[in-house]
């Protein structure tokens, strides 16, 4: 499962984004260091169901009337302030909760209203690109010290006639979660020594600021955007990440409100429905939520989530089925599952995201949309419904 980590500075609303998106049971206070202890949850990205190309919707609990909702892991942790990297505040269990992270949502205090300690002071009084730049300083500081601490070991190794610094830094970085392919491409990308001894603070450096742009990709969440001023937002908008305007308070009321009753809502839909008795105060406040909805197109909080997974990470939705006319599994029920796989997968990759027997024993596939048998090296599209033939099956 693609895994989600929430990053940023204390008090910039991690806490209420988690439980937002998860409706878990956390702590959600206006003070530094809610969160001591990583909390781990499920919450899901939403794309189109190809029900919807159906006279029938698939009925899947992931499914609502055609808007399905795939899950991801989502990792909220303590939160950073300056000098996390050396052990300040909560700062050394924060980063190393990071390791296997795919992508990282940068929740940033877009109104101003939190300093770089996350204590609270006026709206606008503090400039929210600041944090952006610590926060990804911090990460590449802590993988910079990861490489520093290790790399007596390397300079050993390389005594030996057999020794290669590729396999070595690989050997090390695969550690932190980057993958051969990943090592093997920054070190395209970067000039360094052969020999380890040549290698100074900067070559270091330099190669975990790549890893960690490569592996902990970063979007900006730009919470309470419904306060912050628009300069902020613009402010943001100009740095070199994705950027999406959120407000989590707003997408909690909303879940809470669906809870009680009160509105019909889905994630990542920019309007609601009241279905409820509401009084008049409730009625304020949901006027107020329909205005941040019309503003941003939702609340942001969904939309985040498939920035980073559909956007930074380029992943599309694939589904496997056994009926290929009927888009069932063996038990009759109707698109049960959905796979989030890198872009330019094909049929085998599916094979074997369901299951490693089913990838060794794969013999062909079949476009369930077009009846018809595609090759191996297909390249799999947003949606694509596939029945896998294996000898596993």
Not at 2 to 25: C, E, H, Q, R
Not at 97 to 116: K, R, S, W
Not at 307 to 332: C, F, H, M
Request: proline share 5%; aromatic share 6%; glycine share 8%.
């Amino acid at each position: 499962m693609i895994s989600v980590a929430l990053a940023g500075k204390p008090n910039a609303g991690k806490s209420t984004f988690y439980k937002a998106a998860t409706m878990a049971d956390v702590d959600v206070g206006n003070y530094p260091f809610t969160t001591i202890d990583p909390n781990r949850g499920v919450t899901h990205v939403r794309t189109d169901c190809p029900c919807l190309d159906r006279a029938e919707r698939c009925g899947n609990e992931n499914c609502h009337d055609g808007k399905r909702y795939v899950p991801v892991e989502l990792l909220d942790v303590a939160g950073l302030v300056p000098g996390a990297h050396e052990g300040r505040g909560l700062g050394n269990q924060f980063l190393d909760a990071l390791t296997n992270a795919d992508v990282i949502l940068q929740v940033v205090d877009a109104a101003g209203a939190t300093n770089a300690e996350g204590e609270p002071v006026e709206v606008g009084a503090y400039d929210p690109v600041e944090e952006v730049d610590f926060v990804e300083n911090e990460m590449d500081q802590w993988l910079a010290g990861i490489v520093d601490r290790n790399w007596e070991s390397i300079e050993r190794k390389s005594r030996s006639p057999e020794f290669d610094i590729d396999d070595a830094l690989t050997e090390l970085l695969t550690g932190f979660g980057a993958t051969e392919h990943d090592v093997a491409a920054v070190l395209r990308d970067v000039e360094y020594p052969a020999d380890p001894i040549q290698w100074t603070d900067e070559h270091r450096e330099t190669l975990a600021r790549k890893i960690r742009a490569r592996t902990k990709p970063i979007v900006l969440v730009a919470n309470k955007a419904d306060i912050a001023p628009e300069e902020n937002i613009e402010r943001l908008r100009e740095t070199d990440k994705p950027v999406v305007p959120a407000s989590a308070d707003g997408e909690l009321a909303l879940r809470n409100a669906v809870e009680a009753g009160v509105v019909e809502y889905d994630p990542g839909d920019d309007e609601f429905a009241v279905t409820g008795d509401v009084s008049d105060a409730q009625k304020q406040g949901l006027d107020q939520l329909a205005s941040l909805l019309d503003r941003f197109g939702g609340t942001g909080v969904q939309q985040s989530l498939n920035e980073a997974v559909y956007g930074l990470l380029d992943r599309i939705t694939a589904y496997p089925v056994q009926n290929e006319s009927k888009w069932t599994d063996a038990q009759g029920d109707v698109l049960p599952d959905a796979f989030l796989l890198p872009r330019g997968s094909g049929p085998k990759d599916l094979a074997y995201a369901v299951h490693t027997d089913i990838g060794d024993g794969y013999l062909h596939a079949v476009d369930a949309r077009a009846d018809r048998r595609i090759g191996e090296d297909t390249e799999l599209e947003e949606g694509d419904v596939v029945k896998i033939v294996s000898t596993a099956n």
